[in-house]
């Protein structure tokens, strides 16, 4: 099976020191990437760890797609313990930043410890240094990229940021890295905050090529040639059709359609403001949307779909223009877009202004800075609902993404399962009930009969994919081709992922969550007997433990 291949770089910020650790073993039997994070978090975390404290770990780690030139594997993974969930979290960010780290030479960087500096540390295939950057407290991210650039010629593409929010310890702040892509669930940020490290760097000439031969020129050239609507406006092109389903949370999720607003802030809205192709590293499909108002100047990455709901149908606001400044601010501070516009949503049912684009964006930056009221929605909803008077619309403390459950059954029950918490990526089983796939494929939006199953096989999938690491919309790899490229059976890979989930629900199990954390804000239909089935077919108890795991 082919897998990264590379030590753990360990890197304690409070002595300023660093060391190889071989973890060929942990590469073989998790690949890379969320795998091989999982399974170092669930070594070398102690079980009693603060989010915040010194002794908590952040891992960046890579898989082996990163040594080759395929479209879709310009990505890295980071994993840590959650601040927001207290649990254990991954998150996968595009851009260009991954094929610098594997040039390193290393499969794996951790960050433990913390600085008594504000630092910037650079990683090379030569070593590590530790630059303390005082001058950048609470710098943004452009701030950040410009000093680097203009004091050691080190560009975006091979830089990790924390924006102010990180810094401030929000809950829910995102690392930032390629100048706009975002490691964004599970407050990641605030961990690398924590540590006191404003900014990484990553660069080397380690030998690193993998060879995939016809697979990477097949998913390349239809990578190059497929017409698919993302190529547009992203992941925006499924909004109007969210709406359409009753399935795009509107009003803090009073409501499941924003008809009246919805042209202001859909896919058409967005490719309106398009200026330019963006893409990953080594990547034709071009799915990303740089995007520019000539009026205000306001420019962008999208947004995405999950924003367009956050800053769009979720707080009432019908104009893409005000989106797209929500999501520039966010992505300068360094904030998740989904957690702080539900943040703010929740906000706005509780004090009125839904629809107050001044306020809202006043509110980002009070967030990011733990200003005013700020300071409390920093706490994300989990916190502060009974506070505000308000529905927790959270899983596991993590704030609700769009594709509803309450009409998307299946996407619900995922929600309810996923180790991360509400995250619509750790399965994208919405793909099957809207559908964004062929009718063949597709199932019934209502009811979970039967769907358990298919949850876990897309578990599995989308764990195998993040710890290859292939992007979650390859959408031309089929079995075959994950077999050539990993050089391997379909179902060892397959296994790999069901592995990583266990690692990730073991984790949790230690830190105290059980069945009592599977749920929901909402009722469905037959979800108790559904939830005893997915544990069934899993392995797993009845409470949501996990018996034994194969170490």
Partial sequence: ??????????????????????????????????????????????????????????????????????????????????????GLASSNAGGYTSRPMARTGYSAVEFVGKSEDLLAVHVSDD?????????????????????????????????????????????????VTSGSRVFGRGGLGAVLGSKNVKAISFDGHAETAVDLGDVRDEVNHRARTYDHEMKRSGTNSVTALSSERNALPTENFQRQSYEEGIDGIDGDAVAEKKHETGTCSACAFACKVPTRDEETGIETDGPEHETAMSFGSNVLVDDVVSVMKSNEL????????????????????????????????????????????????????????????VENWTVKGMEMPSH????LHGQGLSYATANLGADHMYARFYSYEYPLLPSEEAVPSHGLEGKPAKLIERE?????NDSGILCQFSFYVTEARYEAAFDADYEDLLEVGARTIEYERRFNNRRGF??????????????????????????????????????
């Avoid at 409470?543 to 170490?551: E, F, H, K, L, R």
């Fill in 1 to 86: 099976m082919r897998h990264a291949d590379g030590p753990l770089l360990s890197i304690d910020v409070t002595d300023r020191t660093a060391r190889g650790v071989d973890i060929t073993e942990d590469c073989e039997r998790f690949i890379g990437g969320r795998g091989l994070g999982t399974k170092l978090a669930y070594d070398r975390i102690p079980i009693d760890a603060d989010p915040f404290g010194p002794e908590n770990r952040l891992y960046f780690t890579i898989g082996p797609m990163q040594s080759s030139a395929m479209s879709f594997t310009g990505r890295m993974n980071a994993t840590s313990l959650s601040p927001l969930t207290d």
């Fill in 330 to 389: 966010c992505d300068q501070l360094g904030l998740d877009t989904i957690s702080a516009g539900n943040s703010i949503a929740a906000y706005l049912e509780a004090d009125g202004g839904f629809g107050d684009d001044e306020r809202i964006h006043e509110l980002i930056e009070q967030i990011a800075y733990r200003e005013g009221v700020g300071d409390r929605l920093a706490e994300g909803v989990d916190r502060i609902h009974d506070e505000l008077g």
């Fill in 127 to 175: 070593g590590v240094s530790f630059e303390a950057v005082p001058q950048l407290r609470e710098a943004t991210v452009s701030e950040t990229g410009e000093y680097m650039r203009e004091t050691h010629g080190i560009g975006e593409n091979k830089l990790i940021v924390t924006g102010p929010a990180g810094e401030n310890l929000v809950r829910y702040a995102s690392i």
């Fill in 404 to 407: 509803d459950g309450r009409e």
């Fill in 514 to 551: 059980d069945r009592r954390d599977d749920q929901l804000p909402y009722d469905l239909p037959d979800f108790a007997s559904a939830l005893d089935e997915y544990y069934e077919l899993r392995g797993w108890n009845e409470d949501g433990t996990v018996p034994a795991i194969d170490s």
């Fill in 460 to 464: 599995n999938q989308m764990a195998l």
